[in-house]
């Protein structure tokens, strides 16, 4: 029996030496736990290694699941998210030259999705954190998980202040693909199943009005294209690419006519803001859990980023965790702890599924395989036809229920 340490009587703000959960990582699975265990009356530090700076301006994903935008709602920190954010209602498929509209809203009984960056979700958090007086270091470095395979775990980390140790009941690793946690469970308790796709994403922010309304995914015999949005001024769009493409190859004029040649028509064009590549990679490991150790989001797993999931899987993951810690703390209960991996991968593999299912039917191989690529058109042309199929890509694309 897990002993659990009650919540403290001195406020939830504190910052000492000694906390609740200490939480690793400062993206959205790291920020979304924190505002969820202040809520909950849970003390916790999150602690990130990059500057407040470059978390705010890391360009990512930006598609928000109904479900997130409820629970961010719910926590107050949605304010600005549903004064800027673009509530779509319907995406389109193109393909065959065509544009085929999915309804999102009218296949899922009124769902939709809201078009936000998940910078601007990182901003808000952070902002809302810190206005609380709650604790949140930047720049910590070389970050060491001690003791989680007993009843007393520490962080220790090094900053401007020399050397620095935590004391915590719980370590959350949100810190992402490329942090320290998901190393710290043994690899002969883990198990990790892994795809590399045959091709990467070349995303671009420019200032230039959006393609479109609604979100355009694109097959056509020179790749996958992807038109979205910011706002009514700056536009986001993807092209798929070799996976070993620097963005060196790709100069402003070489983007442009190439998502004019995918598209089948010319995007307005402006001023890049930002570009990258970003490999295709599906990813997880298992257990989640490893002692006194809950990974969470990126750490855990990865998706494809066409079913634009990400975000939203890492947010589904610490609802459950803060769930199984609150009932851990207000009695003793380690059920939903010890329920808290089952339960996670769950809809973990089904969105590793759906993002499967999406990457798969949208991108022409690299081989130029004419045979697969009439099956993928006519994939496309059955689920744009049949109001099954196409409810089918709706509800996931809204988001699946949550498990209770
Ligand atoms: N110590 C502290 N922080 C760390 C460490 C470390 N050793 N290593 C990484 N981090 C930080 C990163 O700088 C980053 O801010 O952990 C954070 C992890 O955030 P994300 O990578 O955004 O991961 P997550 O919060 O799980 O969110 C998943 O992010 O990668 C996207 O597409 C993905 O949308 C999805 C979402
Ligand atoms: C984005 O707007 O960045 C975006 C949209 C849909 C995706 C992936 C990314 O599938």
Redesign the pocket.
Known sequence: MLEAHRTPDRPVASAGVRTQVAI?????????LGALLQARGIDAVV????SRE??ER?V??GVLEQGTVDLLTELGVAGRLHREGLVHEGIELRFGGAGHRIALAALTGGRTITIYG?QEV?KDLIAARLDAGLALRFG????RVEGVEGDAPAVR?RDGGGEQRLDCDVVAG????????RHRLPAAAARVFEREWPFAWLGILAQAPPVSDELIYCLSEHGFALASARSPSISRLYLQVAPDTGVEAWPEERIWDELERRLGESPPRGRLLERGVTPMRSYVREPLRHGRLFL?????H??P?TGA??????VA?VRVLAAALERWYANGDESGLDAYSDVCLRRVWGVQFFSSWMTRMLHPAADGDPFALRLQLAELGYVCSSQAAARSLAENYVGLPYET
Do not use: S, T
């Not at 690793?24 to 979304?32: R, S």
């Not at 910590?140 to 970050?143: A, C």
């Not at 969470?296 to 855990?300: I, L, P, Q, T």
């Open positions: 690793i990582g400062a993206g959205p699975a790291g920020l979304v602690l990130e290694a990059r470059y978390v890391r990512r994903a998940q990182v910590v470095e070389d970050v980390w949100c810190d992402g693909f490329h942090g320290v946690c969470a989001g990126d750490a855990a990865i998706v980023p999931k990400g975000l939203n899987l890492a993951d």
